[in-house]
């Protein structure tokens, strides 16, 4: 099995799947004042999307809020568009006021973070712009981020009394935000994919020499006919054959009747 490429080692091109990988790190506020939206994370084509959520007009029958992710909208960040807009979230955490609606454009999208005050929040506020070829807002949907949702206890008695601290988490959000913005560029460098590949070198080498073994036995051809010795393989063999007939009188065949379906030879790697 092929690692770290697009091609097989018959250099023939191959279909490359890209999957969509879905962060639990998902946000969101059914009771907010300016918009009643979920902010949510997908990992996709060398992309971090990142998408706000309308909360639905009805709840399930299970009594759980749910939102209307066909009707939302959606920006996409490449590494480096993440790692400008995380700079940007630390910046407004230092000075909300002079780093207001700071953010980074993306395609016709635009996200920035707001204090709050332009929308009488007085919590952050992520938005998500669609924006035209003249600079217009097009469409435009706002996550309002729980800016007293998140706490820790502080000097717990045993009577059961403590204090409650929201202020030191006040741009908790902000925070899980910058942290998946980072994980993001962080790990677009397969600098840990490298090294994972780079461990499991023996495994695979030790899985390869077992596979090895068994294709000479049966007579499948690697690459180049030759194994890593530079060894031909059994030409004569069963699957080698057109007619299905053991052309080799020092080997026994267990069968020599016709090949059903035609597939006559394969090479090491058609089976891994």
């Known amino acids: 099995m092929p690692l770290g490429n697009n091609y097989d080692n018959n250099k023939k091109t191959t279909t490359v799947y890209d999957p969509s990988v879905y962060s639990p790190y998902k946000m969101n506020n059914a009771e907010g004042s300016i918009d009643q939206t ?17 909360r639905k007009q009805t709840s399930g029958n299970d009594g759980q809020v749910y939102f ?14 993440a790692r400008i807009f995380a700079e940007e979230l630390k910046l407004f955490i230092t000075d909300p006021i002079r780093y207001n609606n700071s953010g980074v454009p993306s395609g016709q999208g635009l996200i920035t973070v707001s204090n709050g005050v332009e929308f009488g929040s007085e919590s952050p506020v992520i938005v998500i ?33 403590f204090e409650k601290d929201t202020e030191s988490y006040k741009y908790f959000e902000i925070l899980q935000l910058i942290t998946i913005l980072e994980e993001f560029y962080k790990a677009s460098t397969c600098a840990v994919a490298y090294t994972v590949i780079d461990q499991l070198k023996y495994e695979h080498t030790r899985q390869r020499n077992l596979l090895q073994t068994i294709s000479n036995k049966l007579g499948i ?12 393989y059994n030409s004569n063999s069963y699957f080698n054959s057109s007619s299905g007939v053991n052309n080799n009188p020092n080997t026994a065949s267990e069968y020599n009747g016709p090949v059903n379906n035609g597939y006559t030879q394969a090479t090491l790697d058609d089976i891994m």
């Open 38 to 54: 979920c902010l949510s994370f997908t990992f996709w084509n060398n992309s971090l999307k990142i998408s706000i959520a309308p």
């Open 221 to 232: 051809e690697g690459n180049n006919n030759s194994n890593n010795n530079g060894r031909r």
């Open 68 to 81: 209307d992710y066909d009707n939302g909208t959606s920006i996409y960040l490449n590494h480096s568009k």
């Open 129 to 161: 712009r669609k924006i035209s070829e003249t600079g217009e807002t097009i469409s435009a949907f706002a996550y309002q981020t729980k800016g007293d949702y998140y706490f820790s206890v502080r000097n717990f008695k045993e009577d059961g009394s």
